[in-house]
């Protein structure tokens, strides 16, 4: 099958409503803006978004967006997800978009937001062009809040919504032609030490400090890649209350993943040994609480499924070499993976996500676009196909 190729007018459009959705800050829990700009773009096509309840259990100032947009006369009743995610990793600095060298990055010291706005343009371009030409297969156009909060808007999301057989979500910050077909799960670690408080140059040795035992406890714990399946990170550490009291309280919060399950569990145990080791140090003399929570799911796709064999199909239409890979990373497919939906995680060619030096080529985003039509088009073939 022939590539889709984007018009001028739509490649216009797709580098216009990128510019304009990363000038619009949207970190986790704060997406409504985002979402209310990707409301107005999809009711300008004759589509009206419905937004669900999930910030009741998000916390986040809007629910998840779900729209459809039909197949055209004729089409199969074959219905396709495509999901992207409307919030950002917290921003250092506003975002000024600007176009350098053919790459669109922020003039800024901060986030583009590239990570995922590159792939609602996507998405929203794609939706522009079937509304004026239907596709054969139904779509389902998916916006999740506070993805970066370990994947919460989707995890809150009802599945049972959506009539798609499968899906797909443009979220791994890598060359375009990688398709992630395995990703970790994921454990979320929080300790709290308590000590007693004490005047620090008075009467020291009344107290029991719980910044010593939270750093004795960091000190002997395992940190960054494990093995080639598992990776460890002490995310943020917070305690005490004055330079000159012995700290009475300190929390730190950490995480594990892997892509096997027996290891993650393994580990988790181990860095909750050792926390409740440091906490019992004859010096540090401190109580611990502990909670731990299993945030997500591993998942491994076969490379023989249908999502992943339309995608590599597509990719290579598009002049794309598929590779197969297994990521670090999660993205919204884990989640809806694990609610019984397959979900292929496709490489979009964004750079530097969650750094200040994220950018994405104009050719990038560009080529996304033509994969996501080039997929339609894969998948609408079958489709007629299967309906023969």
């Not at 004795?216 to 598992?230: F, K, L, N, V, Y």
């Amino acid at each position: 099958m022939s590539a889709g190729r984007a018009s001028v007018d739509d490649r216009r459009y797709l580098n216009d409503v990128f510019e304009r959705l990363c000038r619009i800050e949207s970190p986790s829990g704060q997406e409504s803006g985002c979402a209310e700009a990707v409301i107005q773009e999809l009711r300008s096509l004759g589509l009206e978004p419905e937004e669900d309840s999930s910030q009741q259990q998000t916390g986040a100032d809007c629910g998840n967006l779900l729209a459809r947009l039909d197949g055209g006369p004729g089409s199969s009743e074959q219905s396709i997800l495509l999901c992207a995610h409307l919030d950002t990793v917290p921003l250092a600095a506003p975002v000024e978009p600007t176009l350098l060298d053919g790459y669109w990055q922020n003039a800024a010291e901060g986030i583009l937001g590239a990570d995922n706005k590159a792939a609602i343009a996507v998405i929203l371009t794609l939706a522009r062009k079937c509304a004026a030409q239907a596709p054969a297969v139904n779509l389902e156009l998916l916006f999740t809040v506070c993805e970066e909060r370990s994947l919460l808007g989707a995890r809150a999301f009802d599945v049972s919504r959506l009539c798609s057989a499968y899906g797909y979500v443009f979220d791994h910050a890598s060359p375009i032609g990688e398709i992630v077909v395995s990703s970790p799960c994921h454990y979320r670690l929080e300790a709290t030490f308590r000590g007693a408080a004490a005047h620090a140059g008075i009467r020291p040795e009344s107290g029991s400090s719980a910044i010593l035992a939270a750093a004795h406890a960091i000190a002997s714990m395992p940190h960054g890649r494990i093995d080639e399946q598992t990776t460890t990170n002490i995310g943020t550490i917070r305690g005490g209350s004055a330079i000159n009291v012995v700290a009475e309280s300190c929390e730190l919060q950490a995480e594990v993943r892997s892509l096997s399950e027996e290891r993650a569990e393994q580990t988790l145990a181990r860095l909750v040994d050792l926390i409740n080791e440091a906490a019992n140090r004859p010096e540090c003399d401190c109580d611990v609480d502990v909670t731990v929570e299993r945030t997500f799911a591993a998942y491994r796709l076969a490379s023989s499924s249908p999502a992943v064999s339309l995608a590599a199909s597509a990719l290579q239409a598009c002049g794309y070499e598929p590779e197969l890979i297994s990521s670090g990373g999660a993205s919204d497919a884990n989640a809806l993976i694990a609610r019984g939906l397959p979900v292929v995680n496709l490489a979009n060619g964004t750079e530097h996500n969650h750094e200040p030096g994220e950018r994405v080529s104009v050719s990038a985003l560009e080529g996304m676009l033509d994969v996501a039509m080039t997929l339609l088009q894969t998948a609408s073939a079958h489709a007629s196909n299967d309906a023969r």
